[in-house]
């Protein structure tokens, strides 16, 4: 690792785990977020464990203790008070650090494989689930097992 | 001195694995019973080597012999001793070491515990060892030396990562690998028998105890790596669907799938072909794990430090090895036609069963590694996390909790759908009761809460139908039959404590001044401010909260901020009350100036089902993997399948 | 146990199985050549780096105090006209130390407008940092408390715009800025958004 990236990781570091002492940056204030009611604390932790703290190594934005995080979820408090809905929120965020800064991809021609793939796996296996047990029950006569089956 | 020492056996380790590799391979393929009679002896031979490569390692550590990189890297003066033994595998050259170790420990145990098996058999799987063995001591060797010296030796380490300085993280990695490693067996024996051009339901009898042992200890290295991240990281998670989370956990999905796949062949005959790329698939996705744990492909906290070279290492290893047993397996895959069933049957109710696991292990697959697929395909940076991975998780397995309690009540080859119906209706409709009544009892999210209760109650009622069942008819439970009821109650207990938990919790975060109470959950939390102490190795913030229930005081507890002395490196510890029923959890914030701090207070409902569930899981496949049927000396070879 | 299939069944079958050991071969390839790709790409120094949105979008409105003379305020229109490079920086940034013989170098060329953007800094702090190692901005614009900054999609330092004459944003560089970086992407890119008007 060169030296470069090894600060770079060092200051990543530093910002994940908010260290922030005198020396470094003035810190956002890490007076925690204060709610109007418990509707709007629930909506606002459900809509920051959807969202990607833009700095970490992946880390939620309702988790991160980075400076960008605090910022973030001040931010996000704001634009819910601001009346807006969560997707527009969310458009919000990803005009400014793009898609990476959601959870739970949009989905679009480029996630369709994500998003239907595995659907379309169940779908393959129980095809082939299908024809096996019908090939395997066609023409025999299949005696029922008696009661006492050996396990 | 000693660390060249260490360097030598490695080096011989390698040579005898190579021995072990190709002589009783070659010898099993020519009949010689000679070479094949090398398997044995090398491989008691390995372990001998590497137990002594790893005291010697230990060693280096516990005297703090900073002369040696790896320890220089991971270590330091102030590093209690009980540390010093777990930084061995706190990074990447010395938890490759444990890798190889624990391998070396199930190969012997293998060479062991197989007398009863003709040699050829023998020669092959421990041969098929080897060639593991050889491909990570070479990647160790060349690549990862834990040996290599740093001179002049500095006078301080580095220090083991402080995440990494607690007693979870001492055995949640030794748990990992042995489950993660003794997919090998599994995998050795099918290789071994695609070598032999046979497949017969006595080997697979016998392998079905080593794969049981395997996934059980896999199942308590996750569940330890949950519990771990829970208490230590400070908010209260238990599970982030993290790209190295997901790396173990798909050989689990895999590893639950070829439990009950080989269940099928070794009764019924049917399925062999399956499962045998269910054996491989399963190690293959824990060498895949391994790669990207350690190859920096994906970003994680949790990931070791990254290094293409390495990277490409296992990689071309794991393309080899996974490669040349598909190859393999194309070649010569046996199709036995196996015993005919219909529709309403075990057999089918498994293949639901196996398709919806192999389904949930290609959803983890395809999520994890979409982000790097996206990358390539230049779609840009995309982020897959838990609301992807939850929502289709449950979804897929949705359709495996409700079948899962006919499994055991169906017979084999063909039954009347209407009698396990029969059996079981009315336990759903007591589930159901029992999962409104908790939509009406719940003080928040009443529809996640119903169908934890419903699901928890349906799989245990239906576990204790067939329990019903079995004693009614002449009351014997072979061990196989009771490591299946305690894992199956494991899900039920596990889908509570998911399920609730996440409907349940509740908490908050604010700023308090020593003196301070606030009320959540119908608990009282008294802030009474912070003092500075010292640890061993770190200084620390450590809080004062005393819990009360109503008026009177529960307990005091102590959540920290700690400042390691190497680098700063600041941790929490929360202060936890555990309970059958519940965690109280409290974790400091930030000091905001004033004596007043940032204190973030959970309480969670059940969370400990969640542990608890994954323990009666790995019980129950340890306590079916003592089934004696299983080490019975197979009988007289019947007829046989061909190859293809 | 075993029951040789009957022919057309195990053409069938036969058939069945090409077709699945083709659909795995695939995969196979297809999974190890990503994996391959991921590892080569991991060598790089800059893949953690977030690609901005905003290229190729007008640069976020802003209205911000100079460092210098905090009664002075500068805002798009007051920059609009030709290019400037934005290089977002802190004195509480080690890497911007690293970089910042590099930007001293590319303001003496004088080759475009170079614009300070002081992140989340404290005032006396910032101005002591550009005492000690120099000031190779035109001038300096004061974001303290970072919320103008999040319209930028900035989440750390150091981070450098280029933002042409019209007021769209070009291109945009996650870390410190090397001669090689400058060479290769920013002058190409200055030239094109110049070659535009």
Not at chain 1, 46 to 60: I, P
Not at chain 2, 302 to 310: T, V
Request: proline share 6%.
């Amino acid at each position: 690792m060169s030296a470069l990236s090894r600060h770079l990781r060092v200051l990543m570091l530093a910002l994940l785990l908010g260290v922030a002492g005198p020396a470094f940056a003035q810190a956002s204030d890490p007076t925690p977020l204060q709610f109007r009611d418990n509707a709007e604390e629930a909506r606002f932790h459900r809509l920051t464990a959807e969202l990607r703290c833009v700095m970490c190594q992946n880390q939620s934005l309702a988790d991160s203790n980075a400076q960008i995080a605090h910022d973030l979820r001040r931010e996000v408090l704001d634009l819910m008070r601001q009346g807006k809905s969560d997707p527009e929120i969310k458009r919000f965020l990803v005009d400014r650090y793009g898609e990476f800064v959601l959870y739970k991809p949009e989905v679009s021609p480029g996630t369709w494989l994500l998003w239907f793939g595995p659907a379309v796996l169940v779908l393959a296996g129980g095809v082939i689930v299908l024809r096996i047990v019908r090939r395997r029950s066609a023409g025999r006569d299949v005696a029922e097992a008696d009661d006492n089956q050996e396990w | 001195m000693l660390p060249e020492l260490g360097q030598v056996t490695l080096i011989l380790a390698l040579l005898v694995s190579l021995l072990q590799a190709i002589l009783p391979l070659a010898g099993a393929h020519r009949g010689k019973a000679a070479w094949m009679a090398v398997a044995r002896p090398a491989a008691y031979g390995q372990l001998f080597l590497l137990l002594a490569a790893f005291v010697v390692l230990t060693v280096a550590f516990v005297t703090q012999d900073f002369s040696v990189k790896y320890v220089a890297e991971n270590s330091n003066s102030l590093l209690p001793m009980m540390y010093r033994y777990s930084a061995v595998w706190g990074a990447h050259e010395g938890s490759l070491l444990l890798w190889v170790l624990v391998l070396g420990i199930w190969t012997a145990a293998v060479a062991e515990f197989s007398r009863h098996l003709p040699e050829t058999v023998v020669a092959r799987v421990l041969g098929v060892m080897g060639v593991v063995s050889v491909g990570f001591l070479a990647f160790l060797i060349f690549t990862s030396n834990p040996f290599a010296r740093l001179l002049p030796a500095p006078l301080e380490g580095r220090d083991l990562n402080p995440l990494l300085q607690d007693p979870g993280l001492i055995i949640h990695p030794p748990m990992l690998y042995t489950g993660y490693v003794g997919f090998v067996v599994p995998f050795a024996f099918a290789i071994a028998a695609l070598l032999d051009g046979h497949i017969d339901a006595r080997w697979l009898r016998w392998t079905r105890p080593w794969t049981n042992v395997a996934w059980a200890f896999l199942t308590l290295g996750i569940a330890l790596g949950s519990w771990w991240a829970y208490y230590e990281l400070g908010w209260g998670g238990w599970w982030f669907w993290d790209p190295v989370e997901n790396a173990s956990f798909m050989p689990w999905l895999a590893g639950a799938a070829l439990l009950h796949s080989q269940a099928v062949t070794e009764k019924r005959g049917s399925f062999g072909g399956w499962t045998l790329l269910l054996a491989i698939a399963t190690f293959s996705l824990s060498l895949l794990g391994t790669f990207l744990v350690r190859s920096g492909v994906l970003t994680s906290v949790h990931a070791f430090a990254a290094d293409p070279s390495r990277g490409l290492f296992i990689l071309i290893f794991l393309g080899a090895v996974v490669g040349g047993s598909l190859v393999l397996y194309v070649l010569r895959a046996p199709r036995i036609a196996g015993g005919a069933f219909v529709a309403s049957s075990r057999e089918t109710l498994l293949l639901a069963n196996n398709v919806l696991l192999a389904a949930a292990c290609g959803m983890v697959l395809l999520g994890t590694l979409y982000p790097l697929l996206a990358d390539a395909l230049e779609l840009g940076k995309i982020s897959v996390g838990p609301p992807y991975f939850g929502l289709l998780f449950v979804v897929l397995m949705t359709p495996l909790v409700m079948l899962l309690p006919f499994g055991p009540l169906t017979k084999w080859q063909k039954d009347q759908p209407r009698k396990p119906f029969a059996m079981l209706v009315p336990w759903l409709v007591a589930a159901l009761v029992l999962g409104g009544i908790a939509y009406f009892m719940a003080p928040q999210g009443p529809l996640k809460t119903a169908a934890g209760v419903a699901a928890g109650a349906w799989v245990a009622l239906g576990t204790l139908r067939f329990v019903w069942t079995r004693l009614r008819a002449n009351g014997k439970f072979t061990p196989e039959m009771l490591g299946m009821v305690l894992a199956h109650f494991g899900i039920a207990v596990f889908l509570i404590g998911a399920l609730l938990v996440e409907a349940q919790n509740v908490q908050r975060e604010l700023a308090m001044k020593p003196g301070q109470t606030i009320e959540l959950g119908g608990y009282g939390f008294r802030f009474e401010g912070v003092e500075e102490t010292r640890g061993p190795n770190y200084v620390s913030d450590l809080g004062h909260v005393q819990v009360l229930r109503g008026d009177k005081p529960l307990m005091r507890l102590n959540p920290e901020k700690r400042a390691y002395a190497s680098g700063g490196q600041v941790m929490t510890e929360a202060g936890i009350r555990p309970s059958l029923f519940g965690d109280v959890y409290v974790a400091l914030g930030e000091h905001l100036g004033d004596g007043a701090w940032a204190v973030r207070v959970h309480i969670k409902p059940f969370v400990r089902w969640i542990w608890l569930g994954a323990l009666l899981m790995a019980l129950g496949a340890f306590v079916t993997a003592t089934d004696r049927r299983f080490r019975r000396k197979p009988e007289a070879p019947k007829p046989e399948a061909q190859p293809a | 146990m075993n029951t040789p299939s009957d022919t057309p069944g195990q053409n069938k079958s036969r058939g069945a199985l090409v077709f699945a050991a083709v659909i795995i071969g695939l995969f196979f390839v297809g999974l190890m050549g990503l994996l391959a790709y991921g590892v080569k790409q991991s060598g790089r120094a800059n893949r953690e780096a977030l690609p901005s949105p905003l290229i190729g979008k007008s640069a976020p409105a802003f209205d911000l105090p100079l460092l210098h003379d905090p009664a002075t305020r500068i805002d798009n229109a007051d920059l609009a006209g030709a290019p400037y490079v934005m290089n977002v920086w802190g004195s509480w940034c080690p890497e911007c130390r690293v970089e910042h013989p590099v930007l001293t170098k590319f303001a003496l060329t004088k080759r475009v407008r170079f614009i300070g953007y002081n992140l989340k800094d404290e005032r006396g702090e910032a101005l002591r940092w550009l005492e000690q190692f120099g000031n190779p901005y035109m001038l300096v614009i004061a974001d303290e408390d970072g919320r103008a900054a999040i319209d930028w999609g900035i989440y750390g330092a150091p981070e450098t715009f280029l933002v042409d004459g019209k007021g769209i944003v070009r291109w945009k560089h996650v870390g410190a800025v090397t001669d090689e970086i400058i060479a290769n992407e920013l002058l190409p890119a200055l030239e094109k958004a110049e070659a535009q008007r």
